[in-house]
T-cell receptor, first 115, second 116 residues
């Protein structure tokens, strides 16, 4: 099975712009979670989508939003970028249909640099 | 506030040494604890623990959970240079009825360096 894929892998934006990141989960996985990783804060949960619905959301401002499509692919959008949004954005998928397996599998991430 | 604390933050050992990484947690509704290895980009899954006292093993790596004392350890025996990485511990909380909240709460990680 192919793993979790994320596009683009690298991105440079300027303050005030917006950005959209994409994540394709492992085939058959219907849950996608997004995380932000920075040297200071580590890995922090942004939100989870399951069956096109946001199930949970972390403590991030409303500039961070997401959505999920019927094929389980997910996008994350950040509007009005700030310098502090520079980070590695990771998505993870899992098969919520399997009662005995809840581990999340991570994609390679998108490295976002805001200048 | 839910939190996960890992220690030590960094560790330097020589090939062949045995290391123990620690993870303690305070989470309102615990569902599972997971260990990941992160070398360059994507954290790769190692173990998921849900029950106390049951050791999980994979080759030279093993892990165990103590739900009474709220901690877990990850052991690596006969370390190799390829074990050099950041090891992340994460706890998955549940809703009151036991279902997954869908998020993972991560510790800051332990950076392991294995010298030849």
């Amino acid at each position: 099975k192919a793993g979790v894929t994320q596009t683009p892998r690298y991105l440079i934006k300027t303050r005030g712009q917006q950005v959209t990141l994409s994540c394709s989960p492992i085939s058959g996985h219907r849950s996608v979670s997004w995380y932000q990783q920075t040297p200071g804060q580590g890995l922090q949960f942004l939100f989870e989508y399951f069956s096109e619905t946001q199930r949970n959301k972390g403590n991030f401002p409303g500039r961070f939003s997401g959505r999920q499509f019927s094929n389980s692919r997910s996008e994350m959008n950040v509007s009005t970028l700030e310098l502090g949004d520079s980070a590695l954005y990771l998505c993870a998928s899992r098969d919520r249909g399997r009662i005995d397996s809840y581990e999340q599998y991570f994609g390679p991430g998108t490295r976002l640099t805001v200048t | 506030e839910d939190k996960v604390v890992q220690s030590p933050l960094s560790l330097v050992v020589h090939e062949g040494d045995t290391v123990t990484l620690n993870c303690s947690y305070e989470v309102t509704n615990f569902r599972s604890l997971l260990w990941y290895k992160q070398e360059k980009k994507a954290p790769t899954f190692l173990f998921m623990l849900t029950s106390s006292g049951i050791e999980k093993k994979s080759g030279r790596l093993s892990s165990i959970l103590d739900k009474k004392e709220l901690f877990s350890i990850l052991n690596i025996t006969a370390t190799q240079t390829g074990d050099s990485a950041v090891y992340l511990c994460a706890v998955e909380p549940s809703w009151g009825y036991g279902g997954s909240q869908g998020n993972l709460i991560f510790g800051k990680g332990t950076k392991l360096s294995v010298k030849p």
